[in-house]
């Protein structure tokens, strides 16, 4: 749980910033990023490795009861993983119940979602429209060689997986459903950062640039200039 800033006493509400929370709801991913902090995920089963409808519920009366305790205005939940989609049942749970309590106590909720993008489009849609979520898709570039700390091998099937991710971002943008691309920088997604700052513009969204947290030395050597080079390619 992250408050953007401590209330002060004596302070109004409306001049609050948003109580922001990140929900782990899932364990499970159906990519292995080398540099992804949740770690292997191939153990355990769904009813293990998913954050239960219960638990979902429950979690957001807890988050918006503490909002009102602290004194925020509004909150942000933002669903993530592993791969937050390969949990329908629990999006969906946390977006009644927020939408719920947001009614009942007049403190507006805003949902995002951070996903690889590899979601079932007939079954997330809906739920994307409904309670207006916006989606922060992660992918390191427009090429397979760009995202090989990402994707499966060989290139070939990489390509594929790459296709399908950077065809969700254009469809996001045709059923006008906000969209966020975040990229890692590492030495395998550094040189191919020219061209997915063409395709992002191209597509009119915006995107952020993450270092890598990991200390591993296949990891590491992104420098200010290497990523300034990389840009400008």
């Known amino acids: 749980l992250r408050q953007d800033a401590a209330p002060e006493k004596g302070c109004a509400t409306s001049t609050l910033p948003s109580l922001t929370v990140w929900c782990h709801i899932s364990n499970l991913c159906n990519l292995s990023c080398e540099y992804c ?23 957001v009366d807890q988050i918006v009861d503490a909002c009102k305790r602290l004194g925020f205005p509004r ?13 329908i049942d629990g999006i969906a749970a946390i977006c009644e119940r927020a939408r719920e309590r947001a009614a009942q106590n007049n403190i507006p909720v805003q949902i995002q979602l951070i996903t690889n993008g590899l979601f079932r489009h007939e079954v997330l ?3 994307l429209r409904t309670f207006a979520i916006g989606v922060s898709i992660s992918v390191d570039g427009v090429s ?10 060989p290139l070939a099937a990489g390509a594929l997986v790459l296709r399908r991710v950077l065809s969700t971002i254009r469809s996001l943008g045709v059923e006008r459903i906000p ?16 061209g997915l700052a063409d395709f992002c ?17 296949t990891m590491q050597g992104v420098t200010l200039e290497k990523t300034v080079r990389g840009l400008s390619a």
């Open 75 to 87: 909150v942000v939940l933002k669903l993530a993983g592993g791969e937050p989609t390969l949990n």
């Open 125 to 127: 849609l809906p739920l």
């Open 144 to 153: 397979a060689e760009s995202n090989r700390a990402r994707l499966p091998s």
């Open 201 to 217: 513009m191209s597509e009119r969204v915006g995107f952020r640039l993450s270092l890598v947290r990991d200390a591993r030395p």
């Open 37 to 59: 902090y949740a770690g292997p995920s191939a153990q355990g089963t769904p009813s293990t490795q998913l954050m239960s409808a219960t638990l979902a519920r429950s979690a």
């Open 179 to 194: 969209r966020f691309v975040l990229c890692t920088l590492t030495p395998k997604s550094i040189e191919g950062l020219a």
